[in-house]
């Protein structure tokens, strides 16, 4: 890892290598882009075509998103997987 890499992770808060984290956490973190690109596109579709908001398509796309989201966070995939496998 570089010295420019290991001070941006450590900034973050991160003091270890991806592959190093468990499961769980890295599913939750390789779901924060579909999130943030979302949040970043929300504004732009608000300000482009706001009546976008009140189609049952677009409600029904974010609530997916929230419930992937969640899910991605809660559900304890090491153990899941475990069970499964072992």
């Known amino acids: 890892m570089s010295s420019f890499e290991r001070r941006a992770l450590t900034l973050l808060g991160i003091r270890t290598h991806f ?8 599913v ?4 924060l882009p579909l999130v943030i ?10 300000a482009v075509s706001p009546e976008t908001f009140g189609e ?23 153990r899941l997987l ?3 496998t072992g």
């Open 37 to 46: 690109s979302v949040f970043i596109a929300l504004p732009l579709v608000a």
């Open 82 to 84: 475990r069970r499964r």
């Open 19 to 26: 592959h190093e984290f468990s499961l769980r956490l890295k």
């Open 56 to 78: 049952p398509a677009f409600r029904f796309g974010l609530g997916l998103l929230a419930v992937a989201t969640a899910a991605s966070v809660a559900i304890p995939w090491d």
């Open 28 to 31: 939750a973190i390789t779901q």
